[in-house]
């Protein structure tokens, strides 16, 4: 059981027949493939792909999870998450006192998901899709609210959902999903 | 050599293939810049004279999308390169970090368990399929079969979906880490994996009909840019286009990291050295990467529930970290990953991409950055094999001995 | 007065054939062309193809959209170009891929012929020489151009040129000695009702039909426009209409080939008899050679999805060695049929 070295041979150009014959064999391909084309194009407005659970989308914060750790602040390989202090109220003493949030700017996150994998509680967490439409690059900073809450995904409300499932004939085939992002 | 009549680029005669003979290079030669901008050139510039229409001198000028990927890997840690190294051949991503990580994994003297190990060659081969049939894609639009793209660039996306299945991302994976890999496979994950590999098998056989077998196609590749045995050695191809010229050198068979010493594939050699022979190298090479999946998800099926950590991290978990390995098979990282110190030291890694042989020499000073990361990627390393195929073949042959070496500029400028 | 004189140009019937069927239908056929070869190649491609634009005609008002794009897209001319043939030769070289038209009959009534029956005895003649005028605008284009891509394209052409334009005479030339006319009208009344050339030459069929996709740069022969290496060949320097005319100009030619061809092997109007009057006499049969000239297009059209391209030495070595000898057997075998009066 070792990988082994195989010299092979190649298939040679060879008489006339044979090339009349290679290109019979090409034209009923593709007429093979003319009459049934075996799509699995995904019609993207009328239709979207609804990811499943593990999919790398967009990260969104647990307030009440956190601990102020800033290890995903300090794993992010392209430096989209930092550490905000806001002033933040005790509820056993009532003194307030300064304690720190990730916010993060989706101009330079790279969905490598290294912050939700170091996150010691699993406050951040991943929604399963990622093409979320702003309107301006400023938008894309992420305040600790927007943080919080799952983006809207409005190009979901457009089409149907559906999900590929490997198939042994068609390679992907669309069955339909259930609603939601 | 008699007359007028000289060989530009011609070492092939042992093996009785046609040289392109040409005139003397004639003083009014045509001097022709292919790229960076221009639909064949891909993000690199061939500077090609051509006297009629017979290329007498090509220069790969490269260089064009140099990113410092060396210089980059310096600065920032010891984890946070991985996603960085994926950006060089990002359809190529666990083959081309993994050298780097086990590198890594060699200065800090940990070694990943079984399962992971497993876990990596897994993705391993699903992208080298993955770029193989990328390159396919390429191939044909380069030799105006657009349909080859099209049907390459849609069976990719099987290969791709498995990849996203396994680690959540379609391309950048980021999946292998010191002393282990990020995720594991759910259950229904191995069928999904043989159902794509007898897909693919059916596909491989229409492939032939429509692409390999089409004289057209055929034509176009035999005998075009031969890069002699002796040519591939002194100049340090690597990769398919090595093995496409007899040189059974991988590093899986050279020196096996991983598992691929207790796997059974074989190395597929072609002796003509020709692009159709590299063109075969690559289906051989999605065939046996199947096989390597087919055994590969037997063992995993077999060993479940075996830890894909290695103890030095999961020793250190707490109860959340132990509940999401139990139930999303996930495996958390530290936040002692995020500040990670890794023992002075230097070590190499090597791994067979796609394209070939990566070398990293990573060296540490014990501290909390790389002191140095030196890549040597295989385009980088083929780059030069234009200037030697392209001279003696026709303007019409450069896109087709391009597609053949299946070079891609942003692994090769870094 | 004036009216009169416009009528009188008009009334010509090689002129308004000329703007009717060559220039209305071509055009019509181009788009409808375009459209099948996006979407055949899409289908066996696995893809949708054109769609958006008009979901219920399949996406064939993309090809509107895009004809409309071009038509007033910023024509944008280099500096260094030679202007007046950078200019002229899109232009005039479209007109003439149309031109052949002006001498085709559509019927058999020679009340609707485009030229007196004189003259109509030399039509396929007439038309073959003006089908080998196009190429010299697209080598005048490249040359113009000023751009090394455009002259190296324009080369190619110049190359093919030489390969096809023999071979496709010499298959024209096939049907003409198996009939014993270059009446066109008379070559498609020969053939009425089933007796094509097609059938009974196919040999020179299969000749023509290789020059014709070597003439018009369809696959496996796009070898000026190779896009890999030459960009877009002569066409690489323009932009706007002056692109549309370049490449629609190529597929109008294809058409005209079409037309030339569905009237020498496909039988022309047959299997249906022309009668009497503008309905029964011209616009039926005239039809029926435009659905018949049509689906060559269209077959043609779908090579583009299963071949990729020659090499230029590799098509010119087709072209000589393969493609002559069997455009010359079948010049024998007209010959023969002639000989033992089959046709």
Known sequence: MAPKPAVKTLPRRGSLIDGVKGNLQALIVGLKYFLDPKRFTLVYPKEYSKLPKGYRGFIIL???????????????????????????????????????????????????????????????????????????????????????????????????????????????????????? | MSGDIRFYGAFKDELGLKTIPSRRIAKDTYEIFIGPQHPGSGHMRIIIKVDGDVIVEAEPDIGYVHRTMEKLGEIRGWIKPIPLFERMAIHDACNITLPYVRAVEKLMG????????????????????????????????FLGHSTMYMWAMGDREVWIELAQELTGARLTHSYPVPGGVRRDIHDEYPDMVRRAIRYMRKRLEDYRKLFLDNPVIKSRLEGVG?????????LGIVGPNARGSGVAYDVRLADPYEVYDQLDFEIPVFEEGD?????????????????????????????????????????????????????????????????????AGRAIGRGETARGEVIYYVESDGGLNPYRVRIVTPSARNAIAFKYALPGHKVMDLPAIYGSLDYFPPESDR | MVLDVVEAILGFPPVWQVLVVGFGFSLLVSVVAVWFERKTAARVQRRLGPYWASPRLGGLLHLVADMLRYAFQQVIIPRGVDMTPFLVAPIVGMVISILPVAVVPFTSNPQYWPLPP????????????????????????????????????GLREAFIITAYELIAILGFLAVAAAVGSFNLAVIAEAQNPVKWF?????????????????????????????????????????????????????????????????LTFMGGWAPYNPGEGIFA??????????????????????LRAVYGRYRLDQALDIAWRLTLPLALLGLALGIIQAFIGLA
């Open chain 3, 118 to 153: 004189g003259a109509m005895e030399y039509s396929l003649l007439i038309a073959l020489a003006i089908t080998t005028l196009p190429p010299i605008f697209i080598v005048a284009a490249g040359w113009a151009s000023n751009n090394k891509f455009a002259v190296i394209g």
């Open chain 2, 226 to 234: 031969v890069i002699s045995k002796k040519q591939v050695v002194e």
């Open chain 2, 110 to 141: 940990v070694e990943a368990p079984e399962r992971a190990k497993y876990l990596r060659v897994l993705l391993c081969e699903i992208n080298r399929i993955a770029a193989h049939l990328y390159g396919f894609a390429i191939f044909g639009i």
């Open chain 1, 62 to 181: 647990n307030k009440q999870k956190c601990i102020s750790c800033a290890a995903c602040a300090r794993i992010c390989p392209s430096a989209a998450m930092k550490m905000i202090r806001i002033p933040v109220k005790d509820p056993k003493t009532g003194k307030t006192r300064m304690k720190q949030y990730p916010v993060i700017n989706y101009q330079r996150c790279i969905f490598c998901g290294y912050c939700v994998d170091v996150c010691p509680t699993e406050a951040l967490y991943h929604v399963p899709y990622h093409d979320v439409v702003y309107e301006n690059l400023s938008e894309m900073f992420w305040d600790l609210e927007t943080f919080q809450k799952e983006p809207e995904y409005k190009t979901a409300k457009e089409g149907s959902p559906v999900k590929f499932l490997i198939h042994e004939e068609y390679g992907l085939i669309k069955v339909p999903a259930e609603e939601g992002g």
């Open chain 3, 281 to 302: 006499g011209y616009i039926v049969p005239s039809l029926i050679v435009t659905v018949k000239a049509l689906i060559i297009v269209l077959a043609i059209s779908f």
């Open chain 3, 198 to 262: 097609m059938l009974l030459n196919p040999l020179a069929f299969l000749a023509v039909i290789i020059a014709v996709a070597m003439s018009t740069s369809a696959f496996p022969f796009e070898i000026p426009e190779s896009e890999s290496e030459v960009v877009a060949g002569p066409f690489t320097e323009y932009s706007g209409l002056l692109y549309a005319l370049n490449m629609g100009g190529a597929y109008m030619r294809r058409f005209i080939y079409g037309i030339l061809i569905a």
């Open chain 2, 275 to 343: 692009a159709l022979a590299r063109t075969y190298v690559r289906v051989e090479e999605i065939k046996q990467s199947m096989n390597i999946l087919e055994q590969v998800v037997d063992w995993l099926e077999k060993h479940k529930g075996e830890p894909i950590i290695h103890e030095s991290v999961s020793s250190k978990y707490g109860p959340v970290h132990k509940k999401v390995l139990q139930e999303q098979r996930r495996a958390k990282l530290l936040p002692l990953h995020a500040t990670m110190k890794v023992p």
